[in-house]
C-alpha cells in the first residue's frame, strides 16, 4: 500500500485574490508536496514501514540517523497536508468559541497570540514551521526545523504555517512578515483548528 | 556527508608531484616549520572573505556585487541577483551590526574570529551571530567566486588539485553537486580545504560556515530556495548544473592559493 497526496481542499487558484497565486500551488502541491509522497514511497517500499500508518512511520523514523531521509520525507508529507487544511478561501478573521478562550487564557488576548505567531514565524531561521499546538491542555506556539513537527514532541497540532522560502517565494519573495501578515490576516481556517482542538 | 574520493593512480601521482614541488622550494629554516607536521592549525587563521583581508563587522557592509545583475545570467537572473544581493544579504549586514550595537568588544572581532569560535560572543546574541555573521561572510565568499566570463574547465592549481583529489573534473562536479542536492532545507555546499590540507566536499545548514569546523571554504554554491527559486522553482539539481556556467576560476585559484598553510 503506497503512500497516497489527498487532494488540495480547494482548487489551486482559490486563494489568488488573498496572497496564494495558483502558480504556487502548481510547484508547492503539485511538486513540492508531490515529490516527498513519491520520495517516501521509494524509501519504504519492500520495508515493515510501507503499510504502518505516516504517523507511526514519522515517529518510528524521527531521530534514527539510519532513517533520516525517511523521517524527512514522511514528516512533509503530513506537514503539508495538514497545512492545506489550515488554510481556506474564507480564511482569515478571528477564532469564537472554546479556542478563542483558550487562546485568550493562553496568550492574554488574539492580538497577542499573533505577535506571538507571527514572531516564531519570522523567527524560525532557515527551513521550517511554526504551530499552534496543544500541549499538557495548554496552547502554545513553537516553531520547528525543516521537517520536524509537533508530533514527534508529544503535543497536538492545532495550526501552521510553512516557512519555507518555496512556500512564500513566489508571492513574497524575501517578505517573508508579509507572508505570515496575509496569512494571519485573509488565510487562516479557524474552523479546522477548532476542529482539531475538539478531537 | 559523503567525503572525498582519491583515485588511486591520480592519488600516487598526486605525491610524487607533491614530491618534486617540496624538493624544489627553498630549503625552510628549521624554526619557521609549525611544531607538529600533521594537521594544520595554520588553515582556521586565514582570512577566508577575501584571499588577503578578513571581513570586519565594525560595522559589517555590504560589499558591492562586482558585475552588473544580469551578467551571470547564464546561470541565475537579474532579478533573483537583486533580491539575493540588495535585500537578503543586506538583512544578515542589518542583523548583525543591530546584534552587536552595544558589543564593542566583540565588534573590534573580524567576522571570521567570531565564527571560529562563537564562544567568544556572549550567548545572548551568539545564535543571532552565527545565522548572520555566516550569512554575510558566505555571500561574501559567493559574489566574488562567480563572474560573467566565468565557467568552462577548471584552470591552474585548483585543477591539479582536482584531479588528484577526486579523478577529475567530471566526478568533483558530480560529488559536488549531489552534495547540493542532499542538503535537506537551506544550506550550502562547499569545496573546503579541511585541517588535514586535503580538498573535501561538505555541506553546511542553514548559514554555518565552514571555517566554524577548522576547514577552509574555497567555493561554495548556495542551496537556499532564495538562491533559486524565482527562475528554477523546486528544480534544485538543475540550479545546481547551470551554476558552473559563471565559476571564477581566477578567483578559485586565488582561494586555492590562500588556503594553503603558511
Request: charge should be negative; glycine fraction near 6%.
Amino acid at each position: 500500500m503506497a503512500f497516497t497526496q489527498p487532494a488540495l481542499p480547494f482548487p489551486k487558484d482559490a486563494l489568488a485574490s488573498s496572497g496564494m497565486k495558483e502558480e504556487t500551488f502548481e510547484y508547492h502541491y503539485g511538486k513540492h508536496h508531490a515529490a516527498y509522497v513519491a520520495n517516501l514511497n521509494k524509501m519504504v517500499e519492500g520495508t515493515e514501514l510501507e503499510n504502518m500508518p505516516l504517523e507511526e512511520v514519522i515517529h518510528t523514523s524521527f531521530g534514527d540517523s539510519s532513517k533520516t531521509g525517511i523521517f524527512n520525507n514522511a514528516a512533509q508529507v503530513w506537514n503539508h497536508t495538514f497545512f492545506w487544511n489550515c488554510l481556506s478561501p474564507k480564511g482569515g478573521g478571528a477564532p469564537s468559541g472554546e479556542l478563542a478562550a483558550k487562546i485568550d487564557a493562553a496568550f492574554g488576548s488574539f492580538d497577542k497570540f499573533k505577535e506571538e505567531f507571527s514572531a516564531a514565524a519570522a523567527t524560525q531561521f532557515g527551513s521550517g514551521w511554526a504551530w499552534l499546538v496543544e500541549d499538557s491542555g495548554t496552547l502554545k506556539v513553537t516553531k520547528t526545523p525543516n521537517a520536524e513537527n509537533p508530533l514527534v514532541h508529544g503535543q497536538k497540532p492545532l495550526l501552521t504555517l510553512d516557512v519555507w522560502e518555496h512556500a512564500y517565494y513566489l508571492d513574497f519573495q524575501n517578505a517573508r512578515p508579509a507572508f505570515i501578515k496575509n496569512f494571519l490576516d485573509n488565510l487562516v481556517n479557524w474552523d479546522f483548528v477548532a476542529q482539531n482542538l475538539a478531537s | 556527508m559523503k567525503t572525498f574520493l582519491r583515485h588511486p593512480i591520480t592519488a600516487l601521482l598526486g605525491v610524487v608531484l607533491s614530491a618534486i614541488v617540496v624538493a624544489c622550494q627553498p630549503t625552510q629554516p628549521v624554526g619557521s616549520q609549525s611544531p607538529t607536521a600533521s594537521p594544520s592549525p595554520a588553515v582556521t587563521t586565514l582570512p577566508v572573505a577575501y584571499p588577503d583581508r578578513e571581513l570586519s563587522a565594525s560595522p559589517a557592509q555590504l560589499p558591492p556585487l562586482p558585475y552588473a545583475a544580469n551578467a551571470l545570467n547564464q546561470a541565475i537572473d537579474a532579478q533573483t541577483m537583486q533580491i539575493h544581493h540588495d535585500r537578503h544579504h543586506q538583512t544578515y549586514v542589518d542583523n548583525i551590526n543591530d546584534a552587536l550595537k552595544d558589543q564593542p568588544n566583540v565588534q573590534k572581532l573580524s567576522v571570521e574570529a567570531m565564527l571560529r569560535d562563537l564562544n567568544q560572543v556572549p550567548e545572548a546574541i551568539r545564535q543571532t551571530v552565527r545565522n548572520n555573521a555566516g550569512g554575510h561572510l558566505n555571500h561574501t565568499i559567493f559574489w566574488q567566486i562567480m563572474a560573467p566570463n566565468g565557467g568552462g574547465q577548471p584552470t591552474g592549481a585548483i585543477a591539479q588539485e582536482i584531479n588528484q583529489t577526486f579523478g577529475s573534473f567530471e566526478e568533483f562536479r558530480k560529488q559536488f553537486n549531489a552534495a547540493g542536492s542532499d542538503r535537506f532545507g537551506s544550506g550550502w555546499v562547499w569545496l573546503v580545504r579541511n585541517p588535514q590540507g586535503q580538498l573535501q566536499i561538505v555541506s553546511t545548514p542553514n548559514q554555518d560556515n565552514p571555517i566554524s569546523d577548522g576547514s577552509y571554504p574555497i567555493m561554495g554554491n548556495d542551496v537556499w530556495e532564495h538562491a533559486y527559486y524565482l527562475r528554477y522553482q523546486n528544480q534544485r539539481a538543475q540550479y545546481l548544473n547551470n551554476w558552473w556556467n559563471v565559476v571564477n576560476w581566477d578567483e578559485v585559484n586565488r582561494r586555492t592559493q590562500a588556503s594553503q598553510p603558511r
